[in-house]
């Protein structure tokens, strides 16, 4: 197995003082300016994140501003497909019209992304699912996809030992009470909402899109960028996985070889125990 090398501690834009690590997933070393070159050059541009990690968020806000000279279009898990902000009205009722929660967003946990995309004048439109059509599918399966849903997932399988990483992750995401008998629709309730954003990305006629999603969603291996390698081969495609310094680090990294180009390292947020009184309800915002 491959092994993710350290390769370089940099200093981010000074109102973030965040000292983060970037690696490459085959190992060579990768400095912040290459990055931003890397994502100059790309169509899609997938940028995962640890939802309740505020480093994640100023660091996509930077890496927006960074690439807001080419006018790229910003698709967002947190807003429903179909929606866009209006720039001239205010920008939490503008959000919360296309579906956002401010509650189940912990809101302002997520503005730099917001801020950095609206400031810079791009476009930012709404890629997911809405969440009661995601619990519909969770709860009914097949039955519960819109026809365009069911065409594209048709057109993207996955593979075998992809369809394993993502049944381990749904499980572990729900501390291990998801069900077997529960588990083919949640993985197609996961999957339908990467359908979604994948054709809000393919929807977009000009310029490159930056889709801004939890890193199971940004995946190359099961994700978004899987269905996007196969619905549009000839474009170009870059993944970013957000992770969390401290123990375990490279375990959780190992486990992960092969579904990002780049990972982006950041300090940890401090939370409680995710599993500590754990109640299986809907499907959770991907991690």
Same mark, same amino acid.
């Given at each position: ?7 370089? +501690?940099?200093?981010? $834009? ?12 085959? &190992? ?22 640890? #939802?309740? %990690?505020?480093?994640? #968020? ?29 720039? /001239? ?8 019209? $296309?579906?956002?929660? @401010? ?11 917001? =801020? *950095? ?16 059509? $995601? ?7 097949? /039955? *519960? ?25 749904? +499980?572990?995401?729900?501390?291990? #009470?998801? =069900? *077997?008998?529960?588990?083919? %629709?949640?993985?197609? *309730? ?8 994948? +054709? @809000? ?11 801004? @999603?939890? %890193? ?8 978004? &960028? =899987?269905?996007?390698?196969?619905? $549009? ?5 870059? =993944? ?17 070889? &092969? ?9 940890? @947020? ?6 500590? &009184?754990?109640?299986? +309800? ?6």
């Amino acid at each position: 197995m491959k092994k993710f090398l350290l390769v370089l +501690t940099l200093i981010c $834009a000074p109102h973030t003082a965040l000292a983060d690590e970037i690696r490459r997933d085959d &190992g060579s070393v990768l400095t912040r300016g290459e990055v931003v070159a890397e994502l100059a050059r790309s169509d899609f541009i997938l940028l995962g994140e640890l #939802h309740d %990690n505020p480093h994640h #968020h100023s660091a996509r806000g930077e890496l927006i501003r960074e690439l807001a000279t080419r006018k790229p279009s910003v698709v967002m898990e947190f807003l429903d497909r179909g929606s866009s902000l209006d720039p /001239k009205l205010p920008l939490l009722e503008e959000m919360e019209k $296309a579906g956002f929660s @401010a509650k189940g967003w912990r809101w302002p946990l997520h503005e730099p992304l917001f =801020s *950095a995309a609206r400031e810079t004048g791009l476009s930012i439109l709404g890629g997911n699912l809405r969440g009661e059509d $995601a619990r519909r599918v969770a709860k009914e399966g097949d /039955k *519960a996809l819109a026809t365009e849903i069911a065409a594209r997932l048709a057109l993207a399988p996955l593979a075998a030992t992809a369809q394993k990483k993502l049944d381990d992750d749904l +499980t572990a995401g729900h501390c291990g #009470h998801l =069900s *077997a008998a529960r588990l083919p %629709n949640m993985r197609l *309730a996961q999957r339908a909402r990467d359908t979604a954003m994948a +054709t @809000a990305m393919l929807t977009v006629e000009d310029g490159p899109v930056i889709l801004l @999603a939890g %890193n199971g969603h940004v995946r190359l291996d099961y994700g978004v &960028g =899987s269905q996007l390698r196969q619905l $549009a081969p000839q474009r170009r495609i870059v =993944s970013i996985g957000f992770f969390e310094s401290g123990p375990g680090l490279e375990q959780r990294l190992a486990i992960r070889e &092969g579904a990002f180009d780049y990972v982006w390292i950041t300090p940890p @947020a401090q939370r409680d125990d995710p599993c500590a &009184g754990f109640k299986f +309800t809907s499907p959770p915002p991907a991690k």
